[in-house]
């Protein structure tokens, strides 16, 4: 069984800068996607970034644009989110998951918006 492991997030002050972390293990498998989500309370759910295994192609969405880059080591199974200038709309808790290459969607699976695996939520909190 898959199984991911997210840290890194903390209370920091808006303009400050956290690195989430996502390691995976026990993937069989070079393809899908890691996709960070974030949900605040009492807000859907929100795609922030995510990351294509096989070929590193990204995808962010609009209110992280230029604030927010998204990184693999594959070596070490792991996907970074190097998140700057934050803001206090960006308090969630988010969550790593993982999009299996099960998925028939010609490759696009940082548009898979329902991830196979998801692991336990990071807590990101920005005090204004």
């Known amino acids: 069984e898959v199984q991911l492991q997210a840290s890194g997030g903390g209370l920091v002050q808006a303009g400050g800068s956290l690195r989430l972390s996502c390691t995976a293990s026990?993937?069989?498998?070079?393809?899908?996607?890691i996709h960070w989500f974030r949900q605040a309370p009492g807000k859907e759910r929100e795609g922030v970034s995510c990351i294509r295994r096989s070929d590193g192609s990204t995808y962010y969405a609009d209110s992280v644009k230029g604030r927010f880059t998204i990184s693999s080591d594959n070596a070490k199974n792991t996907v970074y989110l190097q998140m700057n200038n934050l803001k206090p709309e960006d308090t969630a808790l988010y969550y790593c998951?993982?999009?299996?290459?099960?998925?028939?969607?010609?490759?696009?699976?940082?548009?898979?918006?329902?991830?196979?695996?998801w692991g336990q939520g990071t807590q990101v909190t920005v005090s204004s």
């Open positions: 998951t993982l999009t299996t290459p099960l998925w028939p969607v010609g490759g696009e699976y940082c548009s898979v918006q329902y991830p196979d695996y």
């Open positions: 026990r993937i069989t498998f070079d393809d899908g996607a």
